[in-house]
């Protein structure tokens, strides 16, 4: 089986990459390991950056779309001291509205031709054919020859080897992840501390960072710089006592905050941050190329959808203006971006330090001040 365009990986950044193709009636076939769209769920929050993310949705022509999805008033932006007092409070607009990642993915898949996406295809293997064509194997034994196959298969992707032999590294933070919901009724002090957007309360090599979603639902990322094996050695199948552990590292800090830990009504999650070096590239190998976390996993800071589907955008308009020369297509985005994704990772490891570093949060609050 021969397709024109094989992308593997349904996230944000194939499905963009597939939606731009087809309104330049470029045909192409999105294979995901994952069994259907609700296999699993999508994430959290995502603010969709005018200068990235909103032009990619301009280019797939979707714009109304996500903007029927804006949830008002979550910009807001709110830093707590771990005693619980304010130390800043904006509910200003800052040009990055707020969907959820589900939503957004959802929308680029309404956008597909039936059929574009198929599911259950997890891959097993590649090979290169020569003349830039490669074979993809699935586990279920069945293979595809593609001319130009895409890796937008995330931070362990199995299409990244042809291309480089760099892995993603522990970045020395992880996140665990927790929900509380019907918020305003069940957790109204929790709640009342986190407002109608986002909260930070933070200090140096931790923090807890929540927002609000749907209606009062709070969405929580708790961030610790600890080692591997710290996290290794708490039982996350036990609930009560994963949440106990890491709740321990925030002893002291105000109740209404803690108890986005250890009032959490989902089983805590960890999740392991891994990174790629923020100058990472390859030379151009024919037939192949990457987007998003596939080509420049970081850490996250808020960039990492927005530059998937920015990826998408101009990968699929480079392949539309040089649609008999997919080489000069490759090597065109390819050199826009390389760059854009290391300032990107570079800026993202500033915002780290401004978060997590020893002048925490007053260099953050100095950030937002000088934007404003």
């Known amino acids: 089986m021969t397709t024109h365009v094989t992308i593997i990986g349904a996230g944000l950044g194939g499905l963009t990459l597939a939606r731009v193709l087809h309104v330049h009636g470029i045909p192409a076939t999105v294979y995901e390991a ?4 609700t296999a699993r769920a999508q994430g959290g929050m995502l603010d969709i950056h005018e ?13 109304d779309e996500f903007r029927a999805l804006i949830l008002e008033g979550r910009e807001a932006t709110r830093i707590l001291a771990p005693d619980g007092t304010v130390v800043f409070d904006d509910d200003s607009e800052r040009g990055r509205p707020e969907v959820l990642r589900g939503e957004l993915r959802q929308i680029l898949l309404d956008s597909l031709p039936a059929g574009t996406v198929r599911w259950g295809q997890k891959v097993s293997g590649v090979r290169a054919l020569g003349t830039g064509r490669h074979e993809v194997t699935f586990t279920d034994g069945t293979t595809v020859t593609t001319g130009l196959l895409v890796g937008a298969d995330g931070a362990w992707s199995r299409v990244r ?31 009342k501390a986190v407002g109608g957007g986002s909260l930070a309360a933070l200090a140096p090599g931790k923090g807890i960072q929540a927002h ?3 209606g009062a639902t709070l969405h929580t990322y708790v961030a610790l710089a600890r080692p591997q094996d710290w996290f290794a050695a708490i039982d996350f199948t036990d609930s009560a006592e994963a949440a106990a552990r890491i709740a321990a590292e925030f002893a002291g800090w105000a109740p209404e905050l803690t108890a986005l830990i250890t009032d959490g009504e989902t089983a805590p999650v960890l999740r392991i941050l891994n990174a790629l070096p923020a100058d990472h590239r390859w030379d151009r190998v024919p037939g192949v190329t990457l987007l998003g976390d596939a080509a420049h996993l970081a850490a996250p800071n808020g960039e990492g959808a927005n530059l998937a589907m920015h990826d998408g955008a101009e990968l699929g308009k480079a392949i539309a203006a040089h649609p008999d020369d997919i080489e000069t297509a490759l090597r065109e985005y390819e050199q826009c971006m390389f760059p854009r994704s290391a300032e990107a990772a570079r800026g993202g490891d500033d915002l780290f330090e401004l978060l997590y570093g020893d002048n925490t949060p007053q260099g953050l609050i100095e950030m937002f001040t000088r934007h404003e």
């Open 212 to 214: 609000r979603e749907n």
């Open 161 to 191: 080897p042809l291309l480089s032999d760099v892995v993603p590294a522990y970045t020395g933070m992880s996140f665990v992840e927790t929900y509380l919901f019907d918020a305003d009724t069940r957790h109204p002090a929790t709640a």
């Open 34 to 37: 994952e069994s259907s769209p």
């Open 51 to 63: 200068e990235d993310g909103q032009l990619a949705l301009r280019a797939a022509g979707l714009m």
